[in-house]
T-cell receptor, first 110, second 117 residues
Framework: TQLLEQSPQFLSIQEGENLTVYCNSS?????LQWYRQEPGEGPVLLVT?????EVKKLKRLTFQFGDARKDSSLHITAAQPGDTGLYLC??????????FGPGTRLSVLP | DSGVTQTPKHLITATGQRVTLRCSPR?????VYWYQQSLDQGLQFLIQ???????AKGNILERFSAQQFPDLHSELNLSSLELGDSALYFC????????????????FGPGTRLTVL
């Protein structure tokens, strides 16, 4: 069974600070996705990474896929209150459905 | 707006009852996924349908069943409800449903919040 762990579980920071959240597994994934979920809504896809060592940037968000394709990180620069939400990572191996991590709940205070 | 619709938005019922949750995928998407999200379990994959056929099963209880109709909408049936079934139920859709394919993005609906009293 593939399992994903995410850390930290909760994070509360001030506006303008930088942060990194992590997604780890003992399994190798063919692709890994990051989602953000706001209260009362469904998860929204932020990025998909597929190549070991891949780095993708989405404005102030930087996503990295580990060389061995077992882990990933999400770095946010100069966090804003609008970044508040639950960040989920989801990994899949070809032919198997996505497995979601438990999420990191981020709160950015103004 | 993801283009995926789910009804109802909220559902309150009693233990032992049966409910049906409905999902309409994005236009053009052939695959539908159902997930359960609770505070202590996170987002759990239940079942996937592709063009009317069951494609994959996850942690779906025998009391739960689903189907996808010719017009591609899907229904999740939950029966003999227990208190522990209280959760958010999400439907997602994608074009091909090729699990693990980097190009196959899942788009999530707004969810149905089920409360079992």
């Amino acid at each position: 069974t593939q399992l994903l762990e995410q850390s930290p579980q909760f994070l509360s920071i001030q506006e303008g600070e930088n942060l990194t959240v992590y997604c780890n597994s003992s399994s190798v994934f063919s692709s890994l996705q990051w989602y953000r979920q706001e209260p009362g809504e469904g998860p929204v896809l932020l990025v998909t990474v597929v190549t070991g060592g891949e780095v993708k940037k989405l404005k102030r968000l930087t996503f990295q896929f580990g060389d061995a394709r077992k882990d990933s990180s999400l770095h946010i620069t100069a966090a804003q209150p609008g970044d508040t939400g639950l960040y989920l990572c989801a990994g899949a191996s070809y032919g198997q459905n996505f497995v979601f991590g438990p999420g990191t709940r981020l709160s950015v205070l103004p | 707006d993801s283009g995926v619709t789910q009804t109802p938005k909220h559902l309150i019922t009693a233990t032992g009852q049966r409910v049906t949750l409905r999902c309409s995928p994005r236009s053009g998407d052939l695959s539908v996924y159902w997930y359960q999200q609770s505070l202590d379990q996170g987002l759990q994959f239940l079942i996937q349908y592709y063009n009317g056929e069951e494609r994959a099963k996850g942690n779906i209880l025998e009391r739960f069943s689903a189907q996808q109709f010719p017009d591609l909408h899907s229904e999740l049936n939950l029966s003999s409800l227990e208190l522990g079934d209280s959760a958010l139920y999400f439907c997602a859709s994608s074009v091909s449903g090729l699990a693990g394919a980097s190009t196959d993005t899942q788009y999530f609906g707004p969810g149905t919040r089920l409360t079992v009293l």
